[in-house]
Structure formats: structure tokens, C-alpha cells
């Protein structure tokens, strides 16, 4: 059986006056798929999900997300992803109990499927003891578990992770990594920007920005072949270095 793709994207180009920050990319992503969208600060990865996500106007070229057009229809992209950004998104000033009520009334949930999804959440995160506090007092890695489960609440087709792992510790880190298998393996799409190259490893498929291009695209098995290199951060240095 053929999968289906959730990402479809064909010459996408992003200006900024006289600059170009994304260069005409192209590439598909799976259904199910953990798809790493990797490069250096400033490669473009950003600005490229910017547009994916519905926040940022296209210079030029198509896309489609969740099988909405990312000109006419960001709204119904919006409500069909969710979206984990650099920095922490839930509030400090509110309870892990209120943040994930707040993010259900955003994302449309009735009262009883918020309730139902707290009581799940607060479980499966092992935050029974916590739940009445403030988020603010959280250590980062549960604030970053947790905000990664809250953009889980509306049962999205894909996810938009960036540089989630940023700033926590290895073992958050492989724990992180569990989470964003299990929902994969449920058939959520992940879309993961890192500039971890061991993180590449962990992904079905990768592609690597250079200056606004994609300059490969592939499994890391296959990638790792291609450039001669023992690991995905050779892979990267060969490319970085032209």
C-alpha cells in the first residue's frame, strides 16, 4: 500500500528584499514519517517551517499541508498541526492543570474531552503530584515534555517540532526521543528541526540546508553512504564545508 503525503512541497522560495532566505526547495513527507529538517543557524529551516506552519507568505513555489494550500488555506493548516517552538510555549504564570485546559479551549476541545485529556496527560507524564503548580517552577526538560503533549491535545496529522531538545540534558533528551517514536508509530507525522547531528540518526529521513538550498536529501543509512562518512555530523561537515 502506497502512504500517502501529509508535506508537499515544490520550489518554495522565501525573499527578504535583495536576499533569499529559502531557495526553491522541494521535497515530500510520508505519512507517519520522523522527516529531520536539518542545517546551521541561519540555513533557512526556520523561515521554511514558518511558511509550512501558515505564518509566513511564500515568495514563489507550492506547498500543501495536511493537504491545505499554504496561500489560501493556512487557517485549516492551523488547525490541523500542532506546533512546538524553540522557545517554551505554555505560560509560566498558570498551573500545568490551567495550561492544558487554556490549550484545549484554543484548539476547539469540548470541556469533557479537555477534562478527559488532562486526567490522561497528567498520568502518562507522571505529573499527579505537580499538577496544581506553576508551570514557571517546572524543570526545563518537563516543561519541554509537556509542551510537546499539550501540542499532541487536538490529535493533529503532524507535528511541527523546532529545536525541541535544545538547552536539556542527554537523558531528557533519549526520553524526548521515546515520546516522538510512540506518537510517530500512532501515525502522527514529525517534522523536526535540530542542529543535533545525532538526532539526524534517529529520524526515517533527513534533508540538509545549506544558505536557504536543500543540498541532501535521504535516509541517514543512506546519506552516511553517499558522503563516506561514519556518522550524520561528518555527513553535515562535508556539506557545511562544500
Known amino acids: 500500500m502506497k502512504q500517502e503525503n501529509v508535506i508537499e512541497v515544490e520550489g518554495l522560495t522565501k525573499t527578504f528584499g535583495d536576499f533569499t532566505a529559502v531557495n526553491a526547495i522541494t521535497f515530500k513527507v510520508k505519512k507517519g514519517e520522523i522527516f529531520g529538517f536539518l542545517g546551521a543557524n541561519g540555513a533557512g529551516k526556520t523561515t521554511a517551517m514558518k511558511m509550512l506552519i501558515g505564518i509566513s507568505n511564500p515568495s514563489s513555489g507550492k506547498a500543501t499541508v495536511a493537504g491545505f494550500d499554504v496561500y489560501k488555506q493556512t487557517e485549516n493548516i ?20 490551567e495550561n492544558i485546559t487554556f490549550f484545549g479551549g484554543i484548539y476547539g476541545l469540548s470541556r469533557a474531552v479537555i477534562k478527559e485529556k488532562t486526567d490522561i496527560l497528567i498520568q502518562e507524564l507522571q505529573l499527579q503530584d505537580v499538577a496544581k503548580q506553576l508551570v514557571g517552577s517546572l524543570p526545563l526538560g518537563w516543561k519541554q515534555k509537556l509542551s510537546f503533549s499539550v501540542a499532541l491535545l487536538h490529535d493533529p496529522k503532524i507535528i511541527f517540532l523546532d529545536e525541541p531538545t535544545g538547552g536539556v540534558d542527554p537523558i531528557t533528551r533519549r526520553q524526548f526521543w521515546e515520546m516522538i517514536y510512540k506518537t510517530a508509530n500512532s501515525g502522527t507525522t514529525i517534522f523536526v528541526t535540530t542542529h543535533y547531528m545525532d538526532e539526524a540518526e534517529y529520524c526515517d529521513r533527513v534533508s540538509i540546508m545549506v544558505d536557504g538550498k536543500i543540498e541532501a536529501l535521504d535516509t541517514p543509512k543512506n546519506l552516511k553512504k553517499q558522503f563516506g562518512a561514519e556518522s550524520m555530523n561528518d555527513v553535515f561537515l562535508k556539506l557545511a564545508r562544500g
Request: charged share 25%; aromatic share 16%.
Open 78 to 97: 492551523k488547525k490541523s498541526i500542532g506546533y512546538m517552538s524553540q522557545k517554551f510555549a505554555l505560560y509560566d504564570d498558570l498551573t500545568i492543570t
